[in-house]
C-alpha cells in the first residue's frame, strides 16, 4: 500500500519559508551595485590624417617625429582611452608652428593643450563661476630623441606626476587629485543610487506576506 506523503510540520514549514524569503531578499539587497562609469584625467591624442587619434603609448615611451602635434584633453571620461573627449582644436602643424623657425640638430613638436569644462573639474578646483584654463597651444623645440613628455615639460611646467608614473597635472592644472573614479548606478538600478532597486525590495517583501500568508493557513487546517 502506497501511503500519501506526510505533512509538512508547521515548525519545518516555517524553517523552509523562512529561508526562502531571506534568499530572495539577499539577492535584492545585493543586487545592482555601484560600478565606476568614467575617470577624470588628462588623456594623450596625436593628429594623424586630419583627426585626433588616441595615442596608445604613454609620453615617456613615445617619440614625436619632426612635425608630429600631441594632443591632451582633461576631462571626465571613459576608461579605456578611444570614447575620451577629444581635444577641441585641430592640430595642424603648419600653423602652430609658423612663428617658430627650425633649428639644425633639433625637432619641432606642436602641442594642443585643452583644460576641459567646469564640470570636468575636480571638486573644490574653481572658484563658484570660475573656468579651467583657456585651452592654448605651443610649439616645442626640442632634442631629435626627445619624447612626448620632454616636449610637454618644455611648454607646460610645471607637470605633476603621481608613484605610478601616472601625468596628474599640465601647467599646474589641477592642482590636486589623479585619475579619479567616478562612481555611478550599477545596471537596472533605479534612480541615481548604487543601492537596491526599491521595486525589488517591494517584491520581496510581498514574498514574505505570502509566505506569512501560507504557513497561517497551513496551521489553520490542522
Known sequence: MIHPPARLRPRTAAAALTA???LVLLGVLTASPAHATGYRYWSFWKWSAGAWTYQQQGPAVYVPPDGAVDGWRFAVSPDGGRDAARPGAGGDFDALCAATPAQAGRKRVAVVLDFGTAADAPPGTLAAGAAPPA???ACAVVPVA???AEVLAAVAPPLRYDTAGILCAIAGYPAAGCGEALSGPG?????GGGGPNLGLVAGGAAVAVLAAGALWQT???R
Open 219 to 221: 496551521r489553520r487546517r
Open 20 to 22: 526562502a524569503v531571506l
Open 146 to 148: 626627445a619624447g612626448s
Open 135 to 137: 585651452a592654448r597651444t
Open 187 to 191: 545596471p537596472g538600478a533605479a534612480g
